[in-house]
Each structure stands twice: as C-alpha cells, then as structure tokens.
Nanobody, 125 residues
Framework: VQLQASGGGLVQAGGSLRVSCAASGRTFSSYTVGWFRQAPGKEREFVAASFRSGGSTYYSDSVKGRFTISRDNAKNTVHLQMNSLKPEDTAVYYC???????????????????WGQGTQVTVSS
C-alpha cells in the first residue's frame, strides 16, 4: 500500500488543523493506520492510531482529548483532526500502516511496514 500525507501548515497556538492520509489499494480496512510525529532532534513518537477492522482508536497521553483520528474506508483515507494546538505539537507528521500489527505494538514505529512522506505542522506561540 502507498500512503500520501497532506494538510499540514502553519497555525497559531489554540488553533486547529486537519492532516489526512490517503492510501492506495482495495483492502484499506484491513490495515491499522497510525500517526506519528518527529520534531527536530527528537525521536519519532506515536500520536494516534485506528486499528484495522473494528477501528478502535488509540491516542498518546499528550494529545488525548485534543486530537481525533477517523477513517473513511470507502475513500481509503484517515484523518487526524488536531484542536487546541500547542507549540510543542510542531513536528513533521507521518502516517503509517500495517496489516498484521497487534494492538500492544500500536505505538511502535518499527512495527509498521508502510509509511507516507510526512507533512509539516508548525504551531506558533
């Protein structure tokens, strides 16, 4: 599967932004899709994920209550709605997908086989 991330940009603190991940392929619903982010000089960190099939969602503590992940399997797209953005949310955001990921590994970047190219999100103070 090929992933294409889009929707990043510059926003003021407290604002909102939505990033999207479009996927190729006809069995998108069978993939777990995750969002990760990486700030300069920092490791890539888990943000949110939508588990395959049933679509259970998971969030890191740092974004819980502010970010919402949703998926549209008919359009092969996953969105990450980001509200109440903070300067510390500034990073390159990547979407990733995997068919066989188990839920306990959902936050581990190394367990995802497919990655999009990333989209920059910058939150100004």
């Amino acid at each position: 599967v090929q992933l294409q991330a889009s929707g990043g940009g510059l926003v003021q603190a407290g604002g909102s932004l939505r990033v999207s991940c479009a996927a190729s392929g006809r069995t998108f619903s069978s993939y777990t899709v995750g969002w990760f982010r990486q700030a300069p000089g920092k490791e890539r960190e888990f943000v949110a994920a939508s588990f395959r099939s049933g679509g259970s969602t998971y969030y890191s503590d740092s974004v819980k209550g502010r970010f919402t992940i949703s998926r549209d399997n008919a359009k092969n797209t996953v969105h990450l709605q980001m509200n109440s953005l903070k300067p510390e949310d500034t990073a390159v955001y990547y979407c990733a997908a995997d068919r066989s990921l188990i839920v306990t590994m959902i936050g581990r970047p190394s367990h995802y086989d497919y990655w999009g190219q990333g989209t920059q999100v910058t939150v100004s103070s």
